[in-house]
């Protein structure tokens, strides 16, 4: 309902309407924008009734975690294993670091953590919420995961080339001193042939002779 209207609109089987211009933090902005002012409030065409009045009708009372951490226990599925190390938590390449877990070191916890913000992760440890950890590299900024990802990504490209172009380098250098030797051990040979050819080389005597003598 709302991807239609907006441009880069990309239909199956379709061509992509206009040119997409919206970020993803401008399109999250959008799409809640249009759940909370236009799909609640409009009418259902089954109901006849905007889904805001009908959730209010009812009474309903929604049970509510006892605090925000619990309530990220919820929400937040990304979750994954690690065990505590002596100077933090690492986790894509990062260092996560908390005094509280100064008192876990070896113990495994779990990590939910938000992939458009990766400056902190809460660490879980027996499905009860322990601690949040920041990464210092990245304190007091919003880095997606995606970003971190590419980074990496392009950094290794990057080292790829170069250790491509460094063993080209080398080989070629290989190939040009095997090249030389091959070419003065030839040289050599066509000069003793040549040699040979022209007059024996001379005899030397045995016998040592002095200056003196």
Same mark, same amino acid.
């Given at each position: 309902?709302?991807?239609?209207?907006?441009?880069?609109?990309?239909?199956?089987?379709?061509?992509?309407?206009?040119?997409?211009?919206?970020?993803?933090?401008?399109?999250?902005?959008?799409?809640?924008?249009?759940?909370?002012?236009?799909?609640?409030?409009?009418?259902?065409?089954?109901?006849?009734?905007?889904?805001?009045?009908?959730?209010?009708?009812?009474?309903?009372?929604?049970?509510?975690?006892?605090?925000?951490?619990?309530?990220?226990?919820?929400?937040?599925?990304?979750?994954?294993?690690?065990?505590?190390?002596?100077?933090?938590?690492?986790?894509?390449?990062?260092?996560?670091?908390?005094?509280?877990? =100064?008192?876990?070191? &070896? !113990? @495994? $916890?779990? +990590? *939910?953590?938000?992939?458009?913000?990766?400056?902190?992760? #809460?660490?879980?440890?027996?499905?009860?919420?322990?601690?949040?950890?920041?990464? =210092?590299?990245?304190? &007091? !900024? @919003? $880095?997606? +995961? *995606?970003?971190?990802?590419?980074?990496?990504?392009?950094? #290794?490209?990057?080292?790829?080339?170069?250790?491509?172009?460094?063993?080209?380098?080398?080989?070629?250098?290989?190939?040009?001193?095997?090249?030389?030797?091959?070419?003065?051990?030839?040289?050599?040979?066509?000069?003793?042939?040549?040699?040979?050819?022209?007059?024996?080389?001379?005899?030397?005597?045995?016998?040592?002779?002095?200056?003196?003598?």
């Amino acid at each position: 309902m709302l991807l239609c209207e907006l441009d880069g609109y990309a239909p199956a089987g379709g061509a992509v309407r206009g040119k997409p211009t919206l970020t993803l933090a401008e399109f999250d902005m959008q799409f809640r924008a249009f759940v909370l002012d236009v799909y609640h409030r409009r009418e259902n065409a089954e109901t006849k009734t905007p889904p805001v009045e009908r959730w209010e009708a009812d009474g309903f009372l929604p049970r509510m975690p006892d605090s925000l951490e619990q309530l990220d226990l919820l929400l937040i599925q990304v979750a994954k294993a690690r065990q505590v190390r002596v100077d933090g938590i690492h986790f894509q390449s990062l260092r996560y670091i908390s005094t509280t877990l =100064a008192a876990y070191v &070896g !113990e @495994t $916890v779990t +990590l *939910r953590f938000d992939p458009r913000d990766m400056a902190e992760i #809460r660490v879980f440890h027996e499905d009860k919420f322990l601690c949040r950890a920041v990464c =210092a590299e990245l304190a &007091g !900024e @919003t $880095v997606p +995961l *995606r970003e971190i990802l590419s980074a990496r990504n392009r950094r #290794r490209r990057e080292l790829r080339g170069i250790l491509r172009d460094r063993e080209s380098a080398v080989n070629t250098l290989l190939d040009l001193k095997r090249g030389g030797i091959t070419e003065k051990e030839h040289a050599q040979q066509e000069s003793g042939s040549a040699e040979g050819s022209a007059k024996p080389p001379a005899a030397v005597p045995r016998l040592k002779r002095y200056k003196n003598e």
